[in-house]
């Protein structure tokens, strides 16, 4: 495949390792009777959630909670996640790249029949097998049908919502199906959606076994659309420049800031406990803030549904009093499907996740020197549901692309025009289009591109006819 054919339609190291192997206990065959001491594990994933819609990445939205865990820990500046949310739950759950298996496109509202596979080990159940309890309390989005059932995939307990957004206090879909549940019981509260969440995390803390530790996710729907919260909260953004002249945004800043009240309660609990410096927290972002529905990736190109920087390189962080030193920038490039490894390592299992696919980032977290990383597949193949649904432009696109330790490509059909784009990871802002300079590299990525999606599941033959793809295969 050459670039001429391309246009089809028209145009921390030492110190990590002696750190971090004397904190951690051993595996201990997995047995339940000796986890006692064993760290906890909190990742939380807001949706939606923009780049610079942190303090700590200059946002004017309140999040002093975020910001001091970030500023407290390690923070990631290229942590790679999939554009749309449901593929990038996929890979943090199983360990795979998108496309390893269903998910190429968002279950979009729960409707497609698709979800994690049966025999699907997921790092849920990785935990659970190692003697901890687990939880997810929030956003599941890895199906509705009762075989994708959170409780069916590792999850001792769950609370929350199953379908990819609710109404934050009427609590249904936008089918009109009412989604808020614990377990696999239905139940019914009319209060803010995070406020709830926050509150559960944090009883689940105070009331966990404490023979053994836990796994939870704690994955909030904000900042995800609809733009509701508490009026005082929208109050105080009021006269914000944003939120005046849009008026999404006066939402959304007030949803992540009652996010990150909501975070502070829990890292309060975690105090009050005084299993602090007993518990790794993880955060990350979905993918990209939506502009569409208030969310800002400043300074760089792209939103959801996009491979641009904006799209899928999100706010992310890690923290753990005594264990990750405080202040760490790392540019190591982190694949969602990492934490799976990544995380195994932090609390001293056996790594079980995908080889290949999964990688062990531990050392990084502690500022280790960068690693090499194998190329990146890139898409947004979302489904003609959600791209009629999102049909506001640059999300509804078509993208394809491949992302390695020089060079991202991204290639896009909008309304039957190709884009090509070839940016230089060292130009961070991706300005400069290199596509023309070097055909070869495209070429190059190009071959790489379609070695990654040989194989995959969801064939994107269909595209041809509807919207093509803008390479010939
Ligand atoms: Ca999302």
Known sequence: MGLKNIIKKSVVGGLTGLLMSSCVPKD???????????????VIIPDDLGWADVGYNGSHIETPNIDKLAEEGVRFNNFVVHPWCSPTRAEFYTGHFP????????????????????????????????GYSTALIGKWHMGTQPEFHPNEHGFDYFYGHLGGYIGFYIKKAIDGNHDWWKNKEEIYNSRYATNLLGEEA??????RDKSKPFFMTLAFNAPHFPQQAPEDVIEKYRNSTFCRFFSNRCGYMAQVDVMD??????????DDEGIRENTLTMFFSDNGGSNAFGGYNSPFPGEKGEILKGGVQVAAFANWPGVINSGIISDQRIHTSDLF?????????????????????????????????NPALLEN???????????????????RGVLTDNWRLTISNYEGVCNINLFDVNDPLERDNMSLVHPEVVDELIDELQKLEKGLKNDISHWNKKNGVCLEN
């Open 28 to 42: 201990n065959n997995n047995s339940n009777t000796s986890n006692y001491n064993k760290p906890n594990v909190i």
């Open 99 to 130: 496309g390893s298996w269903a998910y190429r496109t968002p279950n979009f509202n729960g409707m497609e029949g698709t979800g994690i596979p049966e025999g699907e080990y997921t790092i849920a159940e990785r935990f659970r097998d190692a």
């Open 202 to 207: 944090s009883r689940y803390i105070r009331e």
């Open 261 to 270: 009240q909501e975070i502070g309660l829990v890292l309060d609990t975690l």
């Open 341 to 373: 490894a990544t995380l195994e390592a932090a609390v001293g299992l056996r790594i079980r996740a995908p080889a290949h696919e999964s990688t062990n980032m531990w050392p990084q977290f502690n500022g280790g020197a960068r690693i090499s990383r």
């Open 381 to 399: 193949l979302a489904s003609d549901t959600a791209r009629e649904f999102y049909d506001s432009g640059n999300t509804s696109r078509l993208w």
